[in-house]
């Protein structure tokens, strides 16, 4: 099947058609670098800024923030709950924004508005206040990822992040003033998100037509490369027997609840990890030092994972397992060790993020549905009579990081047994290798990927195969 440059696809008389051929050359290749050295920092500080905003909230639980704002009992968790119910509910609704607006625009105003929020955490007084206020910041930053999907078709995922927060939070600590350092903390992470949003009015387009740092051919470029690309189709047409096959598929639940139960564990941890430090012995300033490395474990731990899954077949839930487990001996030293071995508690801290490497990047309603339940229910299994220790909320997090082990494991069992399964049928083995080049064109530098059906589901693509 040809397909020309702006050539519409009738997906009702063509869902059986083969892709066309993908078609890499020097040319697109460079335009390919060019658009990745404009977006990409431009996601990443966002990103960045985006998790700096979320943790923020941890940072300050040492800084006084739960004395000057008159928190008692569960109020502190409600408060870092808060902030997914504001994400859970405004998703859908603030999804619409991408097809009424221009999506620069109205990802670079979500921004605008999500800094004001944060400024205004500053002068939060009470329970009330800070609840309205971090349940805001849920509302306006649910925007962003699904907004930078829409941009790259990849949801970018950084853990450095902890690292700066922590030095930030550490230099914001020492301020001397009377208006408390917890206080402006919040108002120096919001004048930065405030200046970034500007940033983004000014340089993020709203379309590969619209993009100032392309001259108008590599703008066609830009343009036509994703219609070259069955990832970059979609179908408005609705079908009900694939919407009952993605509910009735067991793959849908078994990333469900994973998903669920490596997110409570996150959502508690994100926001108490700096009062779990204090615990240990340590003051206020010590405290924010000494959560910077768990962030850089967390770097360590990424890129190990995403080093080993490229070089090893089949490893990628194995390699997840192994993640979790690590983090579950994290939390049990951290909650079993004697109050005497310091050291031994604080590593379990920090390996601890081994967790967050292990995280599914599926973006579907399902699997954001537990996302945000889970780091709901996260921080009301830390009870403020526990603290420092946070006895139960230890043992929920171990139980959770078990249960997702067994899930990822039996997720593996089942796409393994499907795979060999249809060899069967077919009489064939068909390895999974996602990107595998079919065919090269040493005159003129051009490369050929295995073609596919359009607008199918996996059960109804036979040759389909799923990487374990």
């Known amino acids: 099947m040809e397909v020309k440059i702006g050539q519409e696809i009738d997906f009702q008389n063509a869902e059986k058609a083969p892709l066309p051929i993908v078609i890499v050359d020097d040319e697109e290749k460079g335009v390919l670098r060019k658009i990745d050295a404009h977006l990409m920092p431009l996601m990443f500080m966002t990103y960045m800024l985006q998790y700096l905003d979320k943790v923020t909230l941890g940072y300050t639980a040492v800084m006084g923030i739960q004395t000057d704002t008159h928190l008692y009992g569960q109020q502190y968790s409600w408060c870092s709950s808060s902030f997914y119910l504001g994400y859970l509910v405004a998703n859908f609704p603030g999804s619409i924004g991408f097809v009424k607006f221009p999506i620069g625009k109205y990802l670079s105003t979500a921004v605008l508005c999500w800094s004001i929020v944060l400024m205004c955490h500053g002068a939060a007084s009470s329970f009330t206040s800070l609840f309205i206020l971090r349940t805001l910041l849920g509302v306006f930053e649910s925007i962003i990822s699904p907004g930078f999907s829409l941009i790259t078709g ?64 590599e703008r066609e470029i830009a343009h036509s490369r994703p219609r070259k690309n069955i990832n970059s189709f979609k179908s408005t047409h609705w079908k009900k027997h694939q919407a009952i096959e993605a509910l009735t598929d067991p793959k849908t639940w078994l990333l469900f609840f994973y998903t669920a139960f490596t997110s409570l564990p996150n959502g508690g941890v994100t926001n108490f990890t700096a009062v779990i430090i204090k615990g240990l012995g340590h003051d206020q300033f010590r405290t924010l030092l000494l959560g910077m490395p768990q962030g850089g474990c967390q770097v360590v731990f990424t890129l190990t994972a995403a080093l080993l899954a490229t070089k090893l077949r ?50 579907s309603a399902v699997v954001f549905l537990a996302y945000c339940a889970g780091n709901i229910s996260g921080p009301q299994v830390f009870f403020v009579r526990e603290a420092p220790h946070y006895r139960t909320g230890c043992e929920v997090c171990i139980i959770c990081l078990c249960l997702g082990i067994l899930d990822i494991l039996l997720l593996r069992q089942y796409m393994d047994w499907e795979n060999k399964r249809r060899d069967r049928v077919q009489g064939v083995v068909i ?37 374990l």
């Open 431 to 467: 390895e999974a290798e996602p990107g595998k080049v079919v065919g090269t064109d040493s005159g003129n530098g051009v490369v050929e990927l295995p073609s596919a059906g359009v607008d199918e589901t996996d059960f109804e693509q036979e040759n389909f195969r799923y990487i």
């Open 154 to 217: 990849i949801w970018y995922k950084p853990p450095e992040h902890s690292i700066f927060g922590g030095l930030l939070a550490y230099a914001v600590s020492k301020i001397d003033d009377e208006i408390a350092a917890w206080r402006w903390l919040f108002i120096i992470f919001g004048l930065i998100t405030f200046a970034w949003s500007i940033t983004l009015i000014l340089f993020l387009p709203d379309r590969a037509t619209t993009a100032k740092w392309l001259t108008p051919h």
């Open 314 to 363: 089949k490893s990628r839930c194995i390699i997840i397992a192994c993640l979790l487990c690590i983090a579950m001996l994290g939390r049990c030293l951290v909650g079993y060790l004697p109050d005497s071995q310091i050291g031994g508690r604080l590593g379990g801290v920090f390996i601890f993020a081994a967790y967050a490497s292990g995280f599914p990047l599926t973006v």
